[in-house]
């Protein structure tokens, strides 16, 4: 099974910063990644798949880059609505894994 | 708009059964890719089950053999039969369709449905 890492476990940051969020797959996986976003009771949330593409409806503070086995996801300039877990996910082959999660809190 | 509801969670005694469905509408789900994701209270993401459009079914090793992803076409609903549940299967479970771009190395689940609690517990 291809495993997903993902680092930082948590951050804390405040509105406008930009905060990083690495992701890293166990073996090669190309562009087969998403990126979701979760906030306390709710669906996940899809932002970016094929590592890079920005789904419809979705802030363009949002970006995603990377390919192979190191990902990265972007967000430029925070906004309160932000704060949430966010998850990477493997589409590479069954069975699908998603990484641990990052929970982006307010400093 | 295309959307999913999933109904069927409660609280099962452990080696019972429950069937979850997911109705969904704006889309044709025999003509989709679908999968379910669980998720453990207080923890991260787990991909449960995915078909294809032609049937074909892949399982996550936890819940092989004991799990059954099926749709009713006639219904344009998704299920997921759970037997032998234990309490490990306590979860939200989230069904959800899957695009796929294999040209472009792309896959991904959106919609989501809102989920369902499926607690285990005697």
């Known amino acids: 099974d291809i495993q997903m890492t993902q680092s930082p476990s948590s951050v804390s940051a405040s509105v406008g910063d930009r905060v990083t969020i690495t992701c890293r797959a166990s073996?090669?996986?190309?562009?087969?990644l998403a990126w979701y976003q979760q906030k306390p009771g709710k669906a996940p949330k899809l932002l970016i798949y094929?590592?890079?593409s920005l789904q419809r409806g979705v802030p363009s503070r949002f970006s995603g880059t990377g390919s192979g086995t190191d990902f990265t996801l972007i967000i430029s300039s925070l906004q309160p609505e932000d704060f949430a877990t966010y998850y990477c996910?493997?589409?590479?082959?069954?069975?699908?894994?998603f990484g641990q999660g990052t929970k982006l809190e307010i400093k | 708009e295309v959307q999913l509801v999933e109904s069927g969670g409660g609280l099962i005694q452990p080696g019972g059964s429950l069937r979850l469905s997911c109705a969904a509408s704006?889309?044709?789900?025999?003509?989709?890719?679908m999968s379910w994701v669980r998720q453990a209270p207080g923890k991260g993401l787990e991909w449960v089950s995915f078909?294809?459009?032609?049937?074909?079914?892949y399982y996550a090793d936890s819940v092989k053999d004991r799990f059954t992803v099926s749709r009713d076409n006639s219904k344009n609903t998704l299920y997921l039969q759970m037997n032998s549940l234990r309490a490990e299967d306590t979860a939200v479970y989230y069904c959800?369709?899957?695009?796929?771009?294999?040209?472009?190395?792309?896959?991904?689940?959106?919609?989501w449905g809102q989920g369902t609690l499926v607690t285990v517990s005697s």
């Open positions: 073996q090669g996986i190309s562009n087969w």
């Open positions: 996910q493997q589409a590479n082959s069954f069975p699908y894994t």
């Open positions: 094929g590592a890079s």
């Open positions: 078909i294809y459009s032609d049937g074909s079914t």
């Open positions: 704006g889309f044709t789900v025999s003509s989709s890719y």
């Open positions: 959800a369709r899957t695009s796929r771009i294999a040209a472009a190395g792309s896959e991904w689940f959106d919609p």
